[in-house]
């Protein structure tokens, strides 16, 4: 969708590693698609799980670094000579230092900044860094250091930013290229055939993504191999970054990322800390461990960009779209990584003439990484916001309006079909469960509590495929072990991997072992991101337990004397159909206990040729909004998802209550403030900066999965699901806004200042 996204494939697929036998789709089965608690949540919750920022090393340094304060300026000097005798430093790292003058910051090969670049862009841009033997001495240390800068006039304003006389960001001027235009039939004629138009500007405003665990590294050498404990959603892309900014063989450098608390996209790439971190124990021979403040996440490691987007759709009374003109201006900040908000628009819905406008613009404000749908909630904010007033306008329910125009095939120059696409049953379903008829009818409370409930949907535009190995060992006493490479980023990929061995193999979840996310001993595997870790892994999982259970079927065939067909795995026992005296423990097995283990590798089959998979999702809420103080109440959420099919619905639920209380952020409480005379963040705190807490989320959440398997997707049927679980919500409390009160809000997030003024507004009227 978005070529700057990191999960982004441009050209051919890429390839599975292994021709491969697959096992066919399940017919029935026992272990997946129930709840299982965790694997690792005792760990998680007892503080005994090691997250890289536990990780403390003998002899190991801790690494501060120094930021420019200014939006914008140039670094003329830095002297380092008095923090270079502090207390307890060990090595003071600036661009001039031995390996780091390197580039940085790329788009489509090029680079444009580097690691301690003189023109510092943003606040937050890096200077110096500092190793110390305790963390207090770094940030002494980093103080000592002198800096005399040249502070440039900034812009932060997006549309400010277009203007040929703003200040530029980079030489080049603020235009990320061009606008990037997708367009299909006429939209002038498209709208001369619509009998109503709705037309208008909508702005979601800048979102941080805030995990819990900060940004940071941990590095140590040994010899000319070195090892990073990384706080990743990608062992891999680490590696790749590492071993070419070091000028080492990828075997060389081996990363670890075992734990990690939470990326949402922002641990997708990897960050300079990490660099510091292996220059400087190169530097002084001993491990250094780099942990980023908060304050300093917030400015550097990535945002949700905001959008304005200006919407015009037109329909025919029976609500056939007619045409869609959609164009959005976002800012990823002084350095690319993407602010376009469009794509939801141009696929969603079938609509013969289409016009979708992305301009992008450099501004002097913190980088934006990929943030849970990167450019689907925005697009959502908008395009569901007008459908809604579309049918408002047409006197249509707005879930038949919805119904009549999904897409059914991807509506590109050569349209492309799905290999699934159940979003008329996300719509179906959740309204019958939500009982979206009754409570739409039901009167408002009295006075100035009222009610209203709004709905919203989506797709998300990246499936999975290949590439994935996974390998499973099972050992002469019936123990397993599974190595795998994908990180689990706190959404239970180890806890669905097991139940899928446990699936194939008939052992119990809690007898398998799991080896996963290091460079050094796993297999390969892509980031966790883009929604794609399950239906990218989960088939090269089921591969290998299914070469597993083949051979042990040999075995069993060749000891009892029966054919492999005749014979069936349950409960480690191994028996024949036909004939129910024969049968053997797999413990019992003269050739395992003779091979002491049976190793299956297991390969992520290819996705079906010229179809493309997306998964779906329609989420409702119910609202009562106090017109005298304008505060929002969320009383109701659900979730109707088509993901394929469901793994584990303990973890299932939890992703999608945890996407809705992040949409919850995006419609109600999130943004990023930066100061109009300073150009710096002015919330870089927890604290200023509101994520939803208990109190903002609504008293209750509800989840409908719509448990239909893509078999023609891949051999377990499964789709992805953390990412459509954030996209419509914010909409969906925006419509039911309006459901309550009459009133739009077009601009993110609903406040209740916000809100009192466009009652005062609309009474003024
Ligand atoms: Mo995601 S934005 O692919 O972690």
Redesign the pocket.
């Known amino acids: 969708m978005d070529k700057d996204?990191?999960?982004h494939v441009d050209g051919p697929v890429p390839e599975t590693p292994g021709s491969g036998e697959y096992p066919n789709p399940w017919k029935k089965t026992e272990v997946v698609g129930t709840r299982v608690p965790k694997v690792d949540g005792y760990e998680r919750v007892s503080g005994t799980a090691v997250y890289p920022h536990d990780v403390s090393l003998p002899d190991m340094l801790h690494g501060a670094i120094l930021r420019c304060p200014h939006a914008h300026a140039r670094v003329l000097k830095v002297d380092i000579s008095r923090a270079e005798k502090m207390p307890g430093v060990q090595a003071v790292l600036t661009g001039e230092s031995p390996g780091a003058d390197m580039p940085w910051y790329w788009r489509r090969g090029k680079s444009f900044s580097k690691l301690f670049d003189p023109h510092c862009r943003h606040e937050g841009e890096e200077v110096a860094a500092v190793a110390a033997e305790t963390p207090l001495q770094a940030f002494d240390a980093i103080k000592a250091i002198e800096v005399e800068y040249e502070v440039l006039p900034f812009v932060i304003d997006d549309e400010a930013a277009l203007d040929p006389s703003a200040p530029a960001v980079h030489d080049s001027g603020n235009a990320v290229g061009e606008p990037s235009v997708r367009e299909r039939g006429d939209i002038a004629a498209g709208f001369a055939e619509a009998d109503v138009v709705v037309e208008r500007t909508y702005r979601t405003k800048c979102e941080i993504h805030a995990p819990m665990e900060p940004h940071g590294s941990v590095a140590r050498w040994d010899g000319n191999r070195l090892t990073i404990w990384d706080s990743t959603?990608g062992v891999y892309s680490v590696q790749e970054t590492m071993a070419q900014a070091m000028g080492l063989p990828l075997a060389n450098v081996r990363v670890i990322g075992h734990y990690m608390g939470g990326?949402?996209?922002?641990?997708?790439e990897v960050g300079k800390y990490t660099i510091y971190a292996a220059l400087m124990a190169k530097m002084t021979g001993r491990p250094v461990k780099i942990f980023l403040p908060r304050e300093d996440c917030m400015l550097v490691t990535g945002n949700r960009p905001g959008n304005m987007m200006q919407v015009k759709i037109g329909a025919r009374s029976d609500g056939t779209l007619t045409a869609i003109d959609f164009k959005s201006l976002g800012s990823p900040g002084a350095y690319s990584a993407g602010a376009g908000a469009t794509s939801m628009a141009v696929y969603l819905y079938t609509c013969p003439n289409l016009r979708a406008e992305d301009t992008v613009v450099y501004t002097n404000a913190g980088k934006a990484?990929?943030?849970?749908?990167?450019g689907f909630p925005q697009c959502a904010w908008a395009l569901e916001q007008a459908m809604d007033e579309l049918a408002q306008k047409l006197d249509i329910c707005p879930i038949e309006l919805r119904l009549k125009n999904i897409a059914k095939e991807l509506q590109t120059e050569q349209a492309m079909p799905f290999t699934s696409n159940e979003l008329a049953e996300c719509l179906r379903k959740g309204a019958a469960e939500f009982g979206w008829s009754k409570a739409r009818k039901a009167d408002p409370a009295d006075g100035h509590l009222r009610r209203g409930v709004g709905v919203a949907a989506c797709f998300w535009g990246y499936g999975g495929g290949p590439p994935s190995t996974v390998i499973v060992k099972l050992y002469s006493d019936g123990s397993v072990n599974l190595n795998m490479g994908a990180s689990d980023?706190g959404c239970g990929t180890k806890t669905w991997a097991a139940m899928i061995v446990a699936e194939e193999l008939g052992v119990a979840v809690d007898k398998i072992q799991i080896e996963h996310a290091d460079t050094g001993t796993t297999q390969y595997a892509t980031?966790?991101?883009?929604?794609k870790t399950v239906p990218s892994d989960s088939p090269a999982v089921r591969a290998a337990a299914y070469q597993v259970k083949r051979q042990l079927m040999e075995m069993a065939a060749e000891q009892l004397e029966v054919e492999e067909s005749d014979l069936e795995l349950h409960d480690l026992e191994i028996s024949s159909r036909s004939d129910s005296e024969k049968k053997v423990a797999v413990t019992d097995l003269g050739k395992l206990g003779r091979q002491g283990v049976v190793i299956g590798t297991g390969y992520r089959e290819p996705n079906p040729e010229g179809k493309i998979t997306f998964p779906y999702a329609a989420q409702f809420c119910e609202v009562e909004v106090n017109t005298r103080t304008g505060e929002v109440k969320l009383l109701r959420f659900l979730g109707a998802h088509d993901s394929g099919r469901v793994l584990n619905r303990l973890t299932y639920d939890n992703q999608v209550f945890g996407g809705m209380v992040m949409g919850v952020g995006l419609g109600m409480t999130e943004e990023r403030v930066l100061d109009k005379q300073t150009g710096k963040m002015a919330n870089a705190n927890l604290h200023d900066y509101k994520i939803p807490t208990m109190k903002d989320v609504a008293a209750e959440h509800f989840c409908v999965p719509i448990d239909i398997p893509d078999t023609e997707f891949n051999t377990t049927g499964t789709k992805g699901l953390?990412?459509p679980a954030t996209i419509p919500t914010a909409a969906a409390i925006a419509n039911a806004v309006a459901d309550a009160i009459g009133v739009r809000v077009t601009d993110s997030p609903i406040t209740p200042v916000q809100l009192v003024g466009l009652l005062t507004e609309r009474k003024e009227a």
């Open positions: 996204t990191p999960y959603q990326g949402f996209g922002s641990k997708l990484r990929p943030m849970r749908a990167p980023i980031s966790s991101g883009g929604s953390g990412e």
